[in-house]
């Protein structure tokens, strides 16, 4: 058993060689510029926070600049102490999702959150956070658009700022069906309606799976991070407002992500007992490395677009006029009379998401 979920590594005077990576979090503290010796550490570690005032030169993607690396090493700590069992899985399965293909990697995430599911970290939120009512049924939760070679996606529950709840997941799988099946669509949009793009899973839906074998099954074969991954390479996101959770990990497979300025980047999980659940293991890291991803998930703390440019989580940041939100376009159809059409039945239809 690990007593100390994280551990502080000082690059200032850097070991000879690196700590096994099989115990608790390694995290790399440099305040002043780095020497080759620390730097060859920095792969081996699970993150490296370094101090602006020492720092020179590009940033390596292990690392993340802070204003001060005390308060930040102490903060990191502090959430994990919190967490301890979600925050070292997360790191297991951060370093065991680099090296494998994506579906496997998306399996693995699957098998990690289950397990979280089951555990005393996430019943004691789920106990804090009380019951709540089911969100109600409403009749077009995804919205789809055709325009000549373009096929525009649109979350269409600003009401509950498009969580990514049972329905509107069903939904949106669908319309990526349609994609799929159709290869005259060269483009496929997806944008959010509502005062912002996707506020993550639907708390009132958490823990609400009949069983935690269910729920594995629920995520990995209806849930959207496949077919976007599968589609990643004619598909573009457009995302605003506070994107938290589902809302960050499901548009990061998309092979182009372009954001509104004041769009900020979220994942709460791991204070939940949980870990990121709807691909974010696997679609984050791939665009800003494993160490950046557990920073995001560890802190907590949302990330300003112009930061989510730099690490490469957005393709482009684009002015939005201050009250400005995403409106569905008239003359567009629900995804789920599509689905109708096609006479396919929705994965995990019968099934909450958690």
Do not use: K
Request: net charge negative; with cysteine.
């Amino acid at each position: 058993m690990v007593t100390e979920p994280l551990v502080l590594i000082d690059l200032d005077d850097p070991p000879a060689s690196a700590p096994p990576a099989d115990g608790p979090l390694l995290v790399g503290v440099a305040t002043r510029p780095m020497s080759e010796a620390a730097v060859r550490l920095l792969g081996h570690l699970d993150l490296t926070l370094v101090a602006a005032a020492g720092h020179e030169g590009p940033v390596p993607r292990e690392a993340v600049v802070v204003r001060d690396t005390g308060a930040e090493a102490r903060e990191l700590r502090e959430a994990t102490a919190r967490s301890p069992e979600a925050a070292l899985v997360l790191g297991q399965v951060l370093r065991a999702n680099s090296g494998l293909p994506v579906p496997a990697a998306l399996d693995v995430e699957s098998f990690a959150y289950s397990m979280l599911l089951g555990g005393t970290e996430f019943r004691r939120w789920l106990a804090a956070r009380g019951g709540r009512a089911l969100p109600p049924m409403v009749e077009e939760p995804v919205l789809l658009d055709r325009d000549g070679d373009v096929l525009r996606v649109t979350l269409n529950r600003p009401e509950r700022r498009n969580a990514y709840g049972r329905q509107l997941r069903d939904a949106l799988t669908d319309g990526l069906r349609v994609a799929m099946l159709d290869p005259s669509i060269d483009r496929v949009v997806l944008d959010g309606a509502g005062p912002c793009f996707c506020s993550g899973g639907d708390l009132a839906e958490f823990g609400t799976a009949p069983d935690l074998v269910t729920a594995h099954f629920v995520r990995t074969l209806a849930g959207a991070g496949r077919l976007l991954h599968a589609l990643r390479d004619r598909l573009e996101v457009h995302v605003h407002g506070p994107c938290v959770g589902a809302g960050v990990e499901l548009p990061a497979f998309a092979g182009r992500v372009v954001a509104a300025a004041g769009a900020t980047f979220t994942l709460p999980e791991v204070a939940m007992g949980l870990i990121p659940g709807a691909g974010g293991t696997v679609s984050i890291p791939r665009r800003t490395g494993r160490w950046r991803a557990l920073y995001l998930a560890l802190s907590g703390r949302p990330l300003e677009a112009a930061t989510a440019l730099a690490w490469g989580l957005v393709d482009e940041v684009r002015a939005l006029l201050a009250g400005e939100v995403v409106r569905p376009r008239p003359g567009v159809r629900a995804a789920g009379t599509v689905h109708q059409a096609l006479g396919q039945p929705a994965l995990g239809e019968r099934v909450q998401l958690e």
